[in-house]
DNA sequence: TACCAGGTCCTCG
DNA sequence: CGAGGACATGGT
């Protein structure tokens, strides 16, 4: 068995399923996506939504964020289109660079509306390259934010590369911490069936391990991949910041 | 208190 | 290209 799948089952018997994309309903927030047959195009959008907030900047900031807007009916593609913009900033605030963000929210969606008659389902029922394409192209959407927009919203098979991956994988020995986003994706992608399903919670995985062990400050002990990780940092009181990586 | 958090764009050399 | 800065809040 490849490295890199002795990887994933030893984050599912550590952590067990994530169950991504987190996704609020009725106005609260739910830690975990329960199982449904399929997105309504409002969850859709709302993935979108978050994928898109949360640049940069922790989950928790964007939830709060994401119940405003749903308070005040937002997750809609015609209303997101039609607000004015710092009111908009305003709602989202607690999310961070809200000023940004809120230009890219109505960018987005009257990007849908004038191109798919703000049907998302229309969006997504195109090929994934040109699907990757057009979100690129989109301002405010980067590598990572359409690659995720793909594979949690459209669920197609593209692998999220995040800072978390960058430092797990480049401490367990993988990468250099410094690898670019389309050399470390391209490794996933060589490595990995093809499986949106394994993708989806591969990097949910690497998202909760960064969070509870690989920090930035590492904390070595008791870690799940202590075995398979190349720098155990077991003197890392002895290490100086710049070490950490 | 300072640092961190599921990036992206812009500007310069 | 790539490095460096701007964007900003809330939790620890």
Request: overall charge positive; hydrophobic content about 35%; glycine content about 4%.
């Amino acid at each position: 068995m490849k490295k890199i799948n002795q990887v994933y089952h030893a984050l599912i018997d550590a952590y067990g399923k994530q169950g991504w994309w987190p996704v609020t309903d009725k106005g609260e927030v739910f830690p975990e996506y329960k199982k449904r047959k399929a997105f309504s195009e409002k969850q859709m959008l709302e993935v979108c939504i978050g994928a898109i907030l949360t640049q940069n900047t922790s989950w928790t900031n964007v939830e709060k964020a994401i119940m405003q807007l749903n308070k005040n009916k937002l997750i809609n593609v015609n209303k997101l289109a039609k607000i004015d913009q710092s009111k908009l900033a305003q709602l989202i605030r607690s999310s961070g660079y809200f000023n940004q963000k809120a230009e890219r929210l109505i960018l987005f969606a009257k990007y849908l509306l004038n191109n798919y008659s703000g049907s998302i389902n229309k969006f997504f029922n195109k090929p994934l390259q040109n699907l990757r394409q057009e979100l690129l192209s989109m301002h405010g959407i980067g590598p990572e934010t359409a690659d995720s927009i793909i594979l949690y919203a459209a669920k197609k098979p593209v692998f999220v590369i995040d800072a978390y991956t960058k430092r797990i994988f480049s401490r367990l020995g993988f990468c250099e911490k410094d690898i670019s986003y389309h050399e470390l994706q391209k490794m996933f992608h060589e490595r990995l069936d093809c499986d949106f399903k394994l993708f989806n919670e591969f990097h949910a995985l690497i998202v909760k391990h960064a969070k509870q062990y690989c920090k930035k400050k590492p904390e070595c002990n008791n870690c799940p991949l202590n075995s398979k990780c190349q720098k155990t940092y077991k003197h890392k009181n002895l290490l100086n910041k710049h070490d950490y990586t």
